[in-house]
């Protein structure tokens, strides 16, 4: 089931589907964990800061219920030396599977991980921290935009950060910040992701450790109500940001974070919970939850209700999953016959005009990699498009994420290895400041492209294929003549 979201990373972590719920510290227990799993995707059990006795019983909760792939999220810096000592024991004592790490890149950590056969995953914010974490011994990097909820490492936004680690590194590449649907998993599915992070998304169901009042906010926000702030600094290092819901905190109501006395605001058990701390509410949680840290990624407005975390797996994965597949789609030609000069696909060679494995990997490489640079122009330029122009550029976005999992899907299945690159129309289109030139450029560009499947058509052997490509064509040909009569509309042709 949903073939067409599978990816390699799939296979490293012992899941179905790329579909990962955040380690969350307080909301990702074993309840949400177990449900993730089960739905085909894969979780982390968020223990930032705790101790290893619960770290014990959450991973018997998880293997009690049969679920054997799932990792650890640790944040190494935000915990006491001897503390992350005693988590890492446990988790290697435990045979946890996999491990993730984030904030500052401790090589020295990720190669101990490394070579104990933990599987490391490192959340990233940049460039320069990726390749620290690659050379280390990680296994999968996950690409933090600064979209996400939660603390944010990133100054970039995801469709710029993603791309750049895709093409930099040969490790499999996670996207998180703001993502929270189907339409979300296809676009950095199409942008060379392997798989998508889901925090915020996954706090809004039934099985996280998330406070009632924390998930009722989710649902009620939108994206302009999230901030980015570092007054939640109570325990982590000075000058960490955090996107939250605004509050009364966040509008300076409760007075300075940086100066006063400790005032305890709520309590688990007996331990206080102070204002300004990182603590968000939590089911076993009394106090005052408007002023907590309201942990919220920019995806929030498109959260609408609480819903099993299985649901929102299916959801997601179905929703992706349509938007990624041709079957659904009816071409608008008829499709011609894959093989005009023979009608047996059982007889080799008999026409020589087809290509070998290895040429057609090549030539099915090309595609994508035009297909994302126009996947990756039009997000880009979604963003400053006037009203009547965003939804044609956000359509033409998904059409090209849509072929780029399309062609992906088709070199896997052929046991090759799709490129995570753009081409030069990437580039030479970004460099167009103004928004119709650039367009008027990809649907240059576009023409190049249906030339080229054209061209590529009475060489498939394969029917299957050879229908997917016409339809690819179809596609294009149709988007090129939309924007060209929205570009004639806005004063150019
Ligand atoms: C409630 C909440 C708690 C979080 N706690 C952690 C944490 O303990 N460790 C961590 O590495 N990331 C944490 N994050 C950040 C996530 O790893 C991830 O980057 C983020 O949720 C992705 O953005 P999104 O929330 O928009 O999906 C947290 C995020 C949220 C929403």
Same mark, same amino acid.
């Given at each position: 089931m949903f073939d067409a979201l599978r990816r390699p990373v799939c296979d490293l972590l012992g899941c179905s589907i790329p579909i990962l719920a955040a380690g969350m510290g307080g909301v990702s227990r074993h309840e949400?964990?177990?449900?993730?799993?089960? #739905?085909?995707? +894969?979780? +982390?059990?968020?223990?930032?800061? &705790?101790?290893?006795?619960?770290?014990?019983?959450?991973?018997?909760?998880?293997?009690?219920?049969?679920?054997?792939? +799932?990792?650890?999220?640790?944040?190494?810096?935000? !915990?006491?030396?001897?503390?992350?000592?005693?988590?890492?024991?446990?988790?290697?004592?435990?045979?946890? *599977? #996999?491990?993730?790490? %984030?904030?500052?890149?401790?090589? #020295?950590?990720?190669?101990?991980?490394?070579?104990?056969?933990?599987? /490391? /995953?490192?959340?990233?914010? @940049?460039?320069?921290?990726?390749?620290?974490?690659?050379?280390?011994?990680?296994?999968?990097?996950?690409?933090?935009?600064? &979209?996400?909820?939660?603390?944010?490492?990133?100054?970039?936004?995801?469709?710029?950060?993603? *791309?750049e680690l895709v093409a930099k590194s040969r490790l499999p590449v996670l996207a998180a910040g703001g993502l929270v649907d189907g339409a979300d998993l296809a676009s950095i599915l199409a942008l060379g992701a392997q798989g998508g992070v889901f925090g915020t998304a996954f706090v809004a169901t039934e099985e996280a450790f998330a406070h009632p009042y924390h998930k009722r906010r989710l649902i009620e926000s939108t994206a302009i109500d999230t901030v980015l702030t570092d007054m939640f600094h109570n325990n982590r290092p000075s000058g960490t940001i955090v996107r939250v819901l605004a509050n009364s905190v966040t509008n300076g109501e409760r007075g300075n974070a940086f100066t006063g006395s400790r005032v305890v605001i709520g309590h688990e058990g007996e331990r206080p919970i102070y204002l300004f701390s990182t603590e968000s509410p939590l089911v076993s949680m009394t106090g005052e939850f408007e002023a907590m840290a309201l942990y919220a990624g920019e995806g929030v407005g498109r959260i609408s209700r609480i819903v099993s975390a299985a649901e929102l797996v299916q959801n997601i994965a179905a929703h992706a999953a349509?938007?990624?597949?041709?079957?659904?789609i009816v071409p608008t030609t008829p499709v011609e016959s894959a093989s005009p000069a023979c009608f047996s696909h059982h007889v080799d060679d008999c026409y020589m005009g087809f290509l070998s494995r290895s040429e057609l990997l090549v030539a099915l490489n090309e595609l994508l990699e035009t297909e994302r640079s126009h996947a990756l122009v039009t997000l880009a330029s979604a963003s400053e498009a006037p009203d009547h122009l965003h939804g044609l550029i956000l359509l033409i976005h998904q059409d090209a994420a849509r072929w780029c999992g399309?062609?992906?899907?088709?070199?896997?299945?052929?046991?090759? !290895?799709?490129?995570?690159?753009?081409?030069?129309? +990437?580039?030479?289109?970004?460099?167009?400041?103004?928004?119709?030139?650039?367009?008027? %450029?990809? @649907?240059?560009?576009? /023409?190049?492209?249906?030339?080229?499947i054209i061209a590529l058509l009475p060489t498939v052997r394969d029917d299957d294929l050879h229908m997917r490509l016409s339809m690819m064509r179809d596609s294009h040909e149709r988007n090129g003549k939309l924007v060209a009569a929205a570009l004639a509309g806005f004063g150019r042709s």
């Amino acid at each position: 089931m949903f073939d067409a979201l599978r990816r390699p990373v799939c296979d490293l972590l012992g899941c179905s589907i790329p579909i990962l719920a955040a380690g969350m510290g307080g909301v990702s227990r074993h309840e949400l964990v177990a449900a993730v799993s089960g #739905a085909g995707g +894969f979780a +982390f059990l968020g223990m930032i800061r &705790e101790p290893v006795d619960l770290i014990h019983s959450e991973v018997k909760a998880l293997r009690g219920r049969g679920i054997d792939r +799932f990792g650890v999220n640790l944040v190494p810096e935000a !915990t006491d030396p001897v503390l992350l000592e005693q988590q890492i024991s446990a988790c290697l004592d435990l045979e946890v *599977p #996999a491990i993730e790490l %984030f904030w500052d890149v401790s090589e #020295a950590l990720i190669g101990r991980l490394h070579r104990a056969g933990t599987i /490391v /995953v490192c959340q990233v914010g @940049n460039g320069t921290e990726a390749q620290a974490a690659e050379r280390a011994g990680a296994h999968i990097l996950i690409a933090q935009g600064v &979209e996400a909820g939660g603390h944010v490492r990133s100054r970039q936004r995801l469709q710029d950060l993603l *791309p750049e680690l895709v093409a930099k590194s040969r490790l499999p590449v996670l996207a998180a910040g703001g993502l929270v649907d189907g339409a979300d998993l296809a676009s950095i599915l199409a942008l060379g992701a392997q798989g998508g992070v889901f925090g915020t998304a996954f706090v809004a169901t039934e099985e996280a450790f998330a406070h009632p009042y924390h998930k009722r906010r989710l649902i009620e926000s939108t994206a302009i109500d999230t901030v980015l702030t570092d007054m939640f600094h109570n325990n982590r290092p000075s000058g960490t940001i955090v996107r939250v819901l605004a509050n009364s905190v966040t509008n300076g109501e409760r007075g300075n974070a940086f100066t006063g006395s400790r005032v305890v605001i709520g309590h688990e058990g007996e331990r206080p919970i102070y204002l300004f701390s990182t603590e968000s509410p939590l089911v076993s949680m009394t106090g005052e939850f408007e002023a907590m840290a309201l942990y919220a990624g920019e995806g929030v407005g498109r959260i609408s209700r609480i819903v099993s975390a299985a649901e929102l797996v299916q959801n997601i994965a179905a929703h992706a999953a349509a938007l990624l597949s041709v079957d659904k789609i009816v071409p608008t030609t008829p499709v011609e016959s894959a093989s005009p000069a023979c009608f047996s696909h059982h007889v080799d060679d008999c026409y020589m005009g087809f290509l070998s494995r290895s040429e057609l990997l090549v030539a099915l490489n090309e595609l994508l990699e035009t297909e994302r640079s126009h996947a990756l122009v039009t997000l880009a330029s979604a963003s400053e498009a006037p009203d009547h122009l965003h939804g044609l550029i956000l359509l033409i976005h998904q059409d090209a994420a849509r072929w780029c999992g399309v062609l992906t899907n088709a070199i896997l299945s052929r046991g090759g !290895t799709a490129s995570n690159k753009t081409d030069a129309v +990437f580039g030479q289109a970004m460099l167009k400041r103004d928004l119709a030139h650039r367009l008027e %450029f990809l @649907n240059h560009r576009r /023409v190049g492209s249906i030339e080229q499947i054209i061209a590529l058509l009475p060489t498939v052997r394969d029917d299957d294929l050879h229908m997917r490509l016409s339809m690819m064509r179809d596609s294009h040909e149709r988007n090129g003549k939309l924007v060209a009569a929205a570009l004639a509309g806005f004063g150019r042709s």
